[in-house]
């Protein structure tokens, strides 16, 4: 292989998935990687801004990444949770709005955790303060006794300057029987939202119980000096537990007392989290009308709310503009400038620049007001001129105290240079958010002062001897294939013996699944075993593993698991009834816990079935999966192409509707499944569905894409209201004829099958049938134009978008090739526009004349790749490598 090929092979497989970026209308893009500098690093950005919460563990600290912690504060009445700031005191309310909006964070931009690497660390700290908000609830059957929601006193604390490890016996206890709504509310939208997430049933039903007890008294608690609650009393938090509650049981009872929030005209933070609860609320029922502030969130100046921790305010503004973008009511764009104010990359009103995100870059603060970081140098001014101990690693600092720009990074300054838990919450999702927008960056292998590195790549393990090479194609891969290394054990296992893979027998390796996050797999072939054992190490702290196994014969069978019960001793085996039908060689795959959360130590292959085959394993489908998976065993029931004949695959896939995000709600099927004939014309679509309920009312649509680089296309028809009456039923879509007449499965492609609303909370989906009507081998396939509207319908108010894309205006000239943005120069901009524009036609396509869209002009520009085609992800590629100097010039009719 050639040096080109080498470095084509090495970008497409370190890619960035740009799919993310799109509505769930918008066809799918094939991975870029977008290198960036430390400015928009926002991969690098949101891998750090997570440690700091590593350096505010309190209690049983085992799962702490940072070399310079250990235990502390052992002996409490209820151990564990995090210290408020750069104290060791806990606060209860900004304990709750931190863990809520973590979780936000990731309920909104998991992509962004996914692809980056991040999940498995953001999973550590949000059950972590979920186990201690548990441990703070004394509950009598359901019923809320007392909680705790303070711990050590604020005066006493600030009098102790050193290390929490050696800090000792803080004695008070704070507990509640009632009237601190505030509070427990906070502790109910934190376990609710860490349910909602990752699915721990002990989360939902302490979450329940907090809400229950918080509404029966809605008096509020303040802390003293130290959290002042008196403005916005506990309404707020109530709402925003409400909305939390809705997403994690879809009970209309908190949906309605979500409608009920406040209209919030103050920034999302721990006093008042009136906007959040507004957003939820606009998402969820369409109406934004209470989301007042986001209106101030636009300009270019800094956005200062507060001169105490101004740049926590800045980023948690972020944070909910970012999650508005993603509904078209707000610009991401603002967002992004404002982040390079808090990374140093622009210049206050007062000339002066700050990166406030400690060890992000060489000139970044130092010296936080933080006792663990500078345990032996004490905060008076004096001290100011000695650094801190430890690198305090993606701390967010207090930041300028005006508008102007005025900071010092000096340690006495606990108003601009403290640093808390409710600080660092907003800007870890305003990182997220503007890796979701923009995918730029890259996480980083080496931290000083980090002994575990949470990033984007996983070690891969070298197989031992005694394998064969095969090539296998992966599950609904279209036509792409990859060549894996399967361990063969070399003899049928006897009548008396079972053949054990273990060590470098087994070859078990990791690799990056479609949601970009990194699993842990192994690949063997059976040699006539009838059934399998995998036998796990689970290294985390999960309760729970996820994953399945699968089998190639011409079409991918695969059987699920999910929701199987980790041993005490951190041990799991699973059992897996080998198909009579199975090809050569089984795939065994864990998706929880990911990277190295779980180890494979070995895999057994069995005589005989197993008898105890099923009892570890579940269909239903975990929220933790952020991506349906489809495709289990198929029949083809006939080939000729007739009307009356059906082409049919029965997936029996279990979709927990409740669980789903707006980018989940689309679920793809490949044409390849069916085995139609590549000149059939599909003429309608059934799908059919059962619940252990009624099903009730359906409310989607159905679309259709190829997945040929020239010529293809994504359609949509019109959205479908459907009842049905009893547990199950059939969904049908009438494929409109000028869609019908353009469909090729001889390109591969899928067909889609979106859910906007249904009444039950969750349904299997049993079988997906294509009629077919008269060949259409003589229709000659084109780039269309296609409009597609879709309507969401959540309860009674309904949203339109209007998603077009369209063929280039070849009539146009380019005047700078490679320059999409029309900004007169050629660089990283130009590629990451042309990936948002095939992703998210709607918000980055011909919409404008400025440089976020992609305007005629910059498509005949962007058109470098066989140039006349049209603009696809090629182009983007071939852009990247002139910039690389792998090519010399552009156009160019190979990448």
Avoid at 18 to 28: C, D, F, I, K, R
Avoid at 808 to 834: H, M, R, T, Y
Wanted: aromatic fraction near 10%; glycine fraction near 10%; charge should be negative.
């Amino acid at each position: 292989m050639n040096k080109f090929n080498r470095l084509k092979s090495a970008i497409i497989s370190g890619a960035v998935a740009m799919s993310a970026l799109a509505a769930p209308l918008s066809a799918v893009s094939p991975s870029l990687t977008a290198n960036a500098a430390d400015n928009d690093n926002y991969a690098k950005l949101l891998q750090y801004s997570l440690y700091f919460y590593d350096a505010n563990m309190c209690g049983n600290n085992s799962d702490c990444a940072l070399t310079w912690r250990g235990n502390c504060h052992t002996n409490d009445v209820v151990p564990g949770g995090f210290h408020d700031a750069g104290d060791h005191v806990m606060f209860g309310q900004p304990q709750g709005y931190a863990a809520s909006t973590l979780g936000w964070s990731y309920y909104e931009f998991k992509d962004a955790y996914d692809s980056t690497g991040q999940t498995a660390h953001l999973k550590v700290i949000t059950d972590k303060f979920a186990k201690f908000f548990r441990d703070a609830t004394e509950l009598n059957g359901n019923t809320v006794s007392r909680v705790l929601i303070e711990k050590g006193e604020g005066n006493t604390d600030h009098n102790y300057w050193g290390a929490p490890e050696t800090q000792g016996d803080r004695g008070r206890m704070l507990w509640t029987t009632g009237g601190a709504a505030n509070v427990t509310a906070e502790y109910a939208a934190a376990l609710a939202a860490n349910y909602v997430n990752f699915g721990n049933a002990d989360d939902l039903k302490y979450a329940k119980a907090l809400y229950e007890f918080s509404k029966k008294d809605k008096s509020f608690y303040s802390a003293g000096t130290f959290y002042d609650a008196h403005w916005t009393g506990s309404d707020d938090e109530l709402a925003w537990a409400a909305g939390w509650l809705y997403l994690a049981t879809k009970d209309q009872s908190y949906l309605n007392d979500l409608k009920g929030c406040p209209t919030a005209y103050s920034v999302h933070s721990w006093e008042s989290v009136q906007l959040g609860a507004a957003i939820l609320k606009g998402e969820i029922t369409g109406d934004w009308g209470s989301a007042a502030e986001l209106s101030k969130f636009s300009g270019n100046n800094y956005y200062f709310a507060n001169e105490w921790g101004s740049a926590r305010h800045n980023a948690t503004a972020q944070l909910c503009s970012l999650v508005a973008a993603k509904y078209n009511k707000a610009d991401s764009s603002w967002a992004k400038g404002q982040m390079e104010y808090l990374t140093g990359d622009k210049a206050f009103a007062n000339g002066q620049k700050h990166c406030l995100v400690v060890g992000f870059k060489p000139d970044s603060s130092k010296n936080p007001h933080h006792r663990a970081a500078s345990p032996d140098v004490g905060a008076s001014k004096e001290n100011d001129g000695q650094n801190n101990k430890y690198l305090l690693v993606g701390a967010l600092c207090g930041g300028p105290l005006d508008a102007n720009g005025t900071y010092k990074d000096i340690r006495s300054d606990y108003q601009g240079n403290e640093v808390a838990i409710d600080y660092n919450a907003g800007f870890v999702g305003a990182a997220a958010g503007l890796y979701h927008f923009y995918k730029t960056g890259s996480t980083v292998s080496q931290i000083e002062g980090v002994k575990k590195i949470y990033s984007g790549s996983g070690a891969t393990v070298t197989p031992g001897n005694n394998t064969t090479t095969t090539t296998t194609t992966k599950p609904n891969p279209g036509n792409n294939t990859t060549t894996t290394t399967v361990y063969n054990p070399g003899n049928t296992p006897s009548n008396d013996d079972d053949v054990v893979l273990e060590g470098s027998k087994l070859g078990a390796k990791t690799e990056e699944g479609d949601d970009g996050a990194i699993n842990n797999v192994a690949e063997f072939a059976h040699n006539g075993a009838k059934s399998v054992t995998l036998y796990l190490k689970v290294n985390s702290n999960d309760t729970e593993v996820s994953g399945g196994f699968g089998t190639w014969n011409g079409k991918w069978l695969q059987e699920e698991f999910s929701g199987v019960k980790v041993n005490s001793d951190k041990t799991v085996s699973i059992d897996y009834n080998i198909p009579s039908d199975a090809g050569s060689t089984i795939k065994a795959m864990v998706w929880w816990p990911h990277d190295d959360g779980v180890t494979i130590e070995k895999v057994v292959l069995h005589k005989s079935a197993s008898s105890s085959s099923g009892t570890n394993k579940t269909t239903t489908t975990k929220p933790t999966t952020t991506q349906p998976r489809v495709t289990t065993t198929i029949s083809n029931p006939g080939s000729s192409s007739s009307s009356s004949d059906g082409y049919e695959i029965k997936p029996n896939k279990k979709v927990t509707y409740s669980a789903l995000g707006d980018d989940e709600r689309m679920i793809g099927f490949s044409y390849k499944d069916f085995d139609i004939p590549s000149n059939a014309k599909i003429t309608e679509v059934q799908v059919d569905i059962s619940a252990n309920k009624n099903i009730g009312k359906y409310v989607g649509q159905f679309g259709t894409s190829t997945t040929d680089s020239a010529n293809g296309y994504w359609a949509m028809g019109d959205e479908i209201t459907q009842s049905i009456s009893g547990n199950s039923g059939t969904i049908t879509w009438k494929v409109p004829s000028d869609i019908a007449s353009i469909i090729q499965t001889e390109y591969g492609g899928e067909i889609k099958f979106g859910v906007w609303w249904i009444d039950c909370d969750d349904f299997t989906i049993d079988a997906v049938r294509l009629k077919t009507g008269s060949s259409s081998s003589n229709v000659t396939t084109t780039r269309v134009t296609t409009t597609t509207t879709r309507t969401t319908t959540k309860e009674t108010t309904t949203t339109t978008r209007t998603t077009t894309t369209t063929a280039p205006n070849k009539e146009l000239d380019a005047k700078l090739l490679g320059d999409a943005n029309c900004d007169n120069q050629v660089d990283l901009s130009d590629v990451v526009l042309i990936m948002q524009a095939l992703a998210n036609p709607n918000k980055y396509g011909i919409n404008g004349s400025d440089r976020t869209h992609m305007t005629e002009q910059g498509q005949a520009n962007a058109d470098v790749h066989k140039r006349g085609n049209g603009v696809t992800s090629n182009d983007a590629l071939a852009i990247q490598l002139k910039l690389l100097n792998v090519i010399s010039s552009l156009p160019v009719d190979q990448v």
